[in-house]
């Protein structure tokens, strides 16, 4: 009686179950590839910080080119101190005030004085410094560009290849339910015979044992449906509680369009993997440029105006009123032409120079290591995609006879003319077709993402999806 009521039980558990499943796929509504890679896309935060450090590298562009602006100081002092000049030499070393005029053996009292300044600095020939260094920021900005170009393609890539997981687990998951069903008609079936003494009981437990089974492998593939349902939510920001994939992409007639996807036998020169190790390559060569601007001599002009007085007398007098030493009484400009090298920067520049030889060397190889995967796996992609091509029009006809040969089993079971394990047999086989079905479709439609990536096709693949 305890066996009994178990098994219904698990009967009633299994009927809920799949009335759930029924109603969950009847009620949702599908996120097509296009939407949810556009979605990521538009809301993935990685995106987002590499847009904000493309406009960085606009701005420092703006920046570098302020390089070039002269330097004009005014300043405008108000002093009070003493004058004791002492004969001899110093390094100032910039922090030592200045005490002009001539010695004197007498500690002189406070006076007060004024002077206003305009300094000029312009470097008007830097041997294409400037230039280098314009053409370096703009070369990092290309990177920035790059980067972000690079990480839209790759995450387009992930969400194409997650969307993809998710539509071949939610069909296995549809897969699992219908076994699941016909392990439940089995074990139906099974009991009214042995109930009518047709057949031995041990066919009972046995067909409960594999409708248990059976359940167990739905509940295993509603598990690994959810786990990627809840990735796709995270990247494009979507709930998709109530959302499935979109099953039309799965049609034979668009997977087995050959036109879908261009034959490529290599990866586009400008592809966004390529292109972010080119511009990083480019980038070091600007800045080796920029090094060897860096220590040349350059020309430059100077000028300063200044105005000044002070409380001290021509004649050495110093006045009681401190007051005396505001008003402007001198007024001098002092203009030239510069010529400034370090002859020592030699070393750093030669230093500094084969130290950015090495780094792009290493670039360059960076750029062909990556030419050659690429190139691999198109081809790669290329091959793989024929032979899938011919096993997804082959697999129907193992599907077709494995329904054909499940519902002949059932019948002569029912008929008495064989036994259960005949009928599991052929319910393992039609199980086993279904799988490879959909594995099979998973596997073209993610060759032909591939190929479309790798030829820069990628857009238009995705057109082909888009609801």
């Not at 057949?199 to 509940?219: E, M, Q």
């Amino acid at each position: 009686m305890g066996n009994k009521n178990n098994r219904s039980a698990c009967v009633l558990q299994g009927l809920v179950l799949l009335f759930i499943s029924m109603s969950f796929t009847a009620a949702a509504q599908t996120l097509n590839l296009y939407d949810a890679v556009n979605s990521a896309v538009a809301n993935y935060p990685l995106l987002q910080q590499r847009q904000a450090e493309v406009a960085a590298g606009r701005a420092h562009v703006n920046t570098v080119n302020g390089n070039r602006l002269p330097s004009l100081t005014l300043q405008d002092q108000l002093n009070m101190g003493t004058d004791n000049s002492l004969q001899g030499a110093y390094f100032s070393l910039g922090i030592v005030p200045s005490t002009p005029g001539s010695y004197t053996n007498v500690q002189n009292s406070p006076n007060a004085g004024n002077i206003a300044i305009s300094l000029l600095k312009c470097e008007f020939y830097t041997f294409g410094y400037y230039n280098a260094q314009q053409k370096e920021a703009k070369a990092q900005l290309a990177v920035n560009e790059a980067h972000l170009n690079s990480d839209r393609y790759v995450l387009t890539e992930n969400i194409v290849s997650l969307y993809l997981d998710w539509l071949k687990k939610y069909r296995l998951l549809q897969i699992q339910n219908e076994n699941m069903q016909r392990a439940q008609v089995i074990l139906t079936s099974i009991r009214a015979t042995v109930l009518s003494g047709l057949k031995p009981g041990v066919d009972s437990s046995t067909a409960s044992a594999a409708y248990s089974d059976a359940r167990i492998s739905y509940l295993q593939a509603l598990d690994n449906y959810n786990y990627d349902r809840i990735n796709i939510a995270t990247y494009t920001g979507i709930n998709t509680a109530s959302l499935v994939p979109d099953t039309s992409i799965i049609a034979p007639s668009l997977l087995q369009n050959t036109s879908l996807v261009q034959r490529s036998d290599s990866v586009i020169a400008g592809h966004p993997l390529l292109e972010m190790y080119q511009k990083q390559y480019e980038q070091q060569l600007a800045d080796n440029n920029t090094i060897s601007k860096k220590y040349l001599p350059r020309f430059g002009f100077d000028g300063a105006t200044w105005l000044r007085n002070s409380g001290i007398s021509p004649a050495g007098n110093y006045p009681d009123n401190l007051a005396y030493g505001m008003p402007d009484s001198k007024y001098n400009y002092l203009f030239g032409l510069t010529l400034t090298y370090n002859i020592f920067d030699l070393k750093h520049r030669h230093d500094e120079l084969v130290e950015g030889r090495y780094m792009a060397n290493a670039k360059q190889s960076a750029l062909q290591t990556q030419q050659m995967s690429l190139n691999a796996m198109m081809q790669q992609a290329n091959s793989t995609y024929a032979t899938t091509l011919e096993k997804l029009k082959e697999i129907p006809v193992q599907l077709y006879s494995a329904r054909q040969a499940y519902g002949q089993q059932m019948a002569l079971y029912r008929s008495g003319l064989n036994t259960l394990i005949d009928v599991t047999n052929a319910q393992y086989v039609l199980l086993q077709a279904e799988t490879n079905y959909v594995i099979t479709q998973d596997e073209l439609l993610q060759l032909l993402y591939i190929r479309a990536g790798l030829g820069g096709q990628l857009d238009t693949f995705l057109q082909n999806f888009k609801r």
